[in-house]
């Protein structure tokens, strides 16, 4: 069995927002596009997710970098920044609408992965930290760093 390997990690997105619930989600990409993504030339640092009632919802990646491959000849229409389409079950696609009309939620890419060949993404549905949160966790991170360091120290004595 092939574990999932990762592409892409967007780290600023748990130091930022606290992940309520996170969902698998294909994306649709082109040819040379995938090619591009498993050799790690994607960034998903800015990028973010909204939803688009054409007629029906759909989820859409904006902001997400996708270099060009380079492999694939002259591609001269090519932008690395456009809108790709999000791949959701129909049932998880209306729970997290009716999710997002609560107030300060927003939709994240985590990560982008593949499994069993397929380029996947990992979003999830956060909630807006604020400055003393985003301090306080740091800070707790500091204090479980330095006892887990005393704690090793205490076992090789």
Do not use: C, W
Not at 36 to 65: D, M, R
Not at 95 to 101: A, D, F, V, Y
Not at 141 to 150: A, G, L, P, Q, Y
């Amino acid at each position: 069995m092939k574990l999932p390997m990762d592409l892409a990690i967007n780290k600023q997105a748990g130091f930022s927002y606290d992940l309520l619930e996170k969902f698998e989600a294909g994306i649709v990409l082109l040819g040379h596009e995938v090619k591009s993504v498993k050799q790690g030339q994607i960034s998903i640092k800015s990028a973010y997710i909204t939803i688009k009632h054409t007629p029906k919802p759909e989820l859409y990646l904006i902001n997400a970098t996708i270099s060009r491959y380079q492999k694939a000849g002259a591609l001269p229409n090519y932008d690395p920044l456009r809108e790709r389409k999000l791949l959701l079950q129909k049932n998880e696609l209306s729970r997290l609408i009716g999710k997002l009309e609560q107030k300060g939620l927003t939709l994240l890419p985590v990560r982008v992965y593949t499994k069993h060949n397929l380029v996947k993404m990992e979003i999830a549905l956060g909630r807006g930290k604020k400055l003393f949160e985003k301090k306080e966790a740091k800070k707790q991170k500091d204090i479980d760093r330095d006892t887990r360091r005393t704690i090793k120290e205490l076992d090789r004595q």
